[in-house]
């Protein structure tokens, strides 16, 4: 029982780590969007919208 209450802290930092590179890989795409003048096709108000990278807010 003790071993579970062990991994939470593991698990934890485990998903920290994979957020950080989930937002490190959105800022690069956006980066690259802006760099080279791109649109971004998303999921946006029940529709999909083609969203050029420059109306993005940087985060």
């Known amino acids: 029982?003790?071993?579970?209450k062990d991994n939470r802290?593991?698990?934890r930092l485990m998903q920290q780590r994979i957020n950080e590179g989930i937002?490190?890989?959105q800022?690069?795409?956006l980066n690259r969007g802006?760099?080279?003048d791109l649109s971004f096709i998303v999921w946006q108000?029940?529709?999909v919208c083609?969203?050029?990278a420059?109306?993005?807010s940087p985060f």
């Open 27 to 29: 800022r690069r795409l």
């Open 34 to 36: 802006l760099h080279d």
């Open 50 to 52: 083609d969203v050029p």
């Open 23 to 25: 937002l490190t890989a």
């Open 1 to 4: 029982m003790s071993s579970k």
């Open 9 to 11: 802290p593991d698990v």
């Open 45 to 47: 108000g029940g529709r």
């Open 54 to 56: 420059t109306k993005i």
